[in-house]
C-alpha cells in the first residue's frame, strides 16, 4: 500500500503492486497531485513557521518518487503503442523528479532557517504555484496558457533579482536554488506541446 494523499488529519492509500498498465494514467496524474499538495504544504509551512508540517515533506517525497518510478517502470516494459508517447512522457517525468528533489531540499533548508523574510515568502509561494499552473496547462490545454507561464518565469526572476538589495544572501541562493524549477517546467512545455500535437497528428486534424 502507498500513500496517495496526505494531509495532516488523514491519509488516503492505495496498491500500487497490482497495478496494470491500464493504470498509467490514473498513476501518472497522482504523480502530479502529490507533488501540488507537497508544494502546498511547503507554502503553508514557510508563511505559518510550520516546522512539523515542513518536516513531512520528505515523507510526501519519498511517495512522489515510488509514483514516478512506477510510471517509468511501466512505460519501459509496456509503453504506449504510440512511441511519441513514451519518450515524452519520460521527458515529463523525469523533470517531474527533479522538481521533487528541488522541494525537498527547499523544505530542509527553511526548516533550518526558521523565519524568512515577506519577500523570500512571496517569491518561493510565486516559485512552487507554478507546478499547478503546469498541471492546470496539461489537463486543459491551451497553447495561450504557454505565453502566461513565460511571463510569469520572467516576472519571478526579475523579483529575485531586485530582491538581491532587502534578503538576506542565504535566502538569494534559496530563491536561486529553486528558481530552477522553472526551468524545467519551462522544458516540460516544450514535452507538452509535442505531445499534443502528435496527438493531433494521429487523430489526423492535422498534418506535418
Not at 495532516?8 to 501540488?36: H, Q
Amino acid at each position: 500500500m502507498q500513500i496517495i494523499e496526505q494531509k495532516e488529519n488523514y491519509f488516503v492509500y492505495k496498491s500500487i503492486s497490482k497495478a496494470s498498465f491500464e493504470d498509467f494514467e490514473l498513476m501518472f496524474r497522482r504523480t502530479f497531485l502529490l507533488l501540488m499538495d507537497a508544494s502546498d504544504d511547503f507554502v503553508k509551512g514557510s508563511k505559518e513557521k510550520d516546522m512539523l508540517l515542513l518536516q513531512t515533506i520528505e515523507g510526501k517525497y519519498d511517495n512522489i518518487v515510488i509514483f514516478i518510478t512506477y510510471c517509468m517502470r511501466l512505460l519501459n516494459k509496456i509503453g504506449f503503442s504510440e512511441k511519441y508517447k513514451n519518450s515524452l512522457l519520460m521527458v515529463i517525468l523525469s523533470n517531474l523528479y527533479k522538481i521533487a528533489d528541488i522541494l525537498k531540499y527547499a523544505a530542509r533548508d527553511v526548516a533550518r532557517a526558521k523565519k524568512l523574510h515577506p519577500k523570500t515568502e512571496s517569491i518561493l509561494t510565486e516559485i512552487f504555484q507554478t507546478i499547478r499552473v503546469y498541471y492546470d496547462l496539461f489537463y486543459k490545454y491551451d497553447f495561450t496558457k504557454f505565453s502566461k507561464i513565460y511571463e510569469r518565469r520572467d516576472n519571478i526572476l526579475k523579483e529575485i533579482e531586485n530582491a538581491k538589495k532587502v534578503i538576506p544572501v542565504e535566502e538569494i541562493m534559496l530563491c536561486v536554488y529553486c528558481r530552477h524549477l522553472l526551468e524545467l517546467i519551462v522544458s516540460n512545455l516544450e514535452a507538452t506541446a509535442t505531445y499534443y500535437l502528435e496527438q493531433k497528428v494521429e487523430k489526423g486534424l492535422i498534418t506535418k
